[in-house]
């Protein structure tokens, strides 16, 4: 089976492919790298002599983080799956973060949302206990205690917060992102039904409520 999966979530792009039993990959950190998408993967398709329609499965990250990258990667896939009968597994970002680590602790995902607030998905026993959500700044240290914290964004919230958990660095693999569309293979899905997994408004939503005091509803803008 041809598997090829993309994460646009965090600082960057990672296109992972699978042929057979091999895993290639292409790696982008250049600002505003998710216009670079379909490129990275017309590259690894042609250097790997196959075309979209030797993919036998997809994998597309759908949040939480950059909202921007999440969008980008999601329509990329739309475009290049349009009026093909190809499937798409929906990505949970906080989920492969730590199927990329994956140990028995009690181990913390957080991610980057407004200045005030957190992603939090925190596991323990290979199990999700708690999210993903979105947390205050102000509550984030209580409901982390003693939990491990996991990744560069987790460095950045004990630097900024002085938080007392250990930090585990971990590098997000292409291996692990592969591993993840296989695992879920039942959960995919058209592209056409591909949804943002929003834990909180856009800012710009939010702004046009109070603007114009309504209530816009998530189907709307997702």
């Known amino acids: 089976m041809n598997i090829l999966g993309i994460d646009a979530s965090n600082n960057g792009v990672l296109i992972a492919l ?6 290639f990959h292409k790696e982008s950190k250049e600002k505003n790298s998710g216009s670079y998408i379909i ?11 196959l075309t979209i329609k030797d ?13 921007t990258g999440i969008r980008i990667s999601i329509a990329s896939i739309q475009g290049l799956l349009f009026n093909l009968n190809k499937k798409v597994v929906p990505i949970i970002t906080t989920e492969l973060l730590y199927n990329n680590y994956k ?18 998905h925190i ?3 290979n199990k999700s206990i708690f999210g993903p959500n979105l947390i205050s700044i102000n509550n ?9 914290l996991l990744g560069e964004e987790g460095l950045y919230f004990k630097e900024k917060l002085k938080l007392k958990n250990e930090l585990i660095q971990s590098n997000l693999l292409p291996n692990t992102l592969i591993d993840y569309i296989e695992n879920n293979s039942d959960n995919a899905v058209f592209p056409k039904d591909l949804k943002i997994l929003y834990l909180q408004k856009p800012l710009a939503v939010e702004n046009f409520e109070k603007k114009n005091s309504i209530k816009i509803d998530e189907s709307t803008y997702n």
Do not use: H, W
């Not at 699978?18 to 895993?23: A, F, M, Q, R, T």
């Not at 597309?60 to 909202?67: K, N």
């Not at 140990?103 to 939090?120: M, Q």
């Open 103 to 120: 140990k028995n602790d009690k181990i913390a995902v957080l991610k980057r949302a407004r200045v005030d607030a957190a992603y939090v």
């Open 123 to 125: 596991f323990e026993n």
């Open 140 to 148: 984030l240290e209580n409901i982390i205690q003693n939990a491990l």
């Open 55 to 67: 993919i036998d499965l997809f994998g597309c990250t759908i949040g939480p983080g950059s909202f």
């Open 39 to 49: 490129s990275l993967i017309d590259n690894m398709l042609k250097e790997n002599n």
């Open 18 to 23: 699978k042929k057979g039993n091999d895993i």
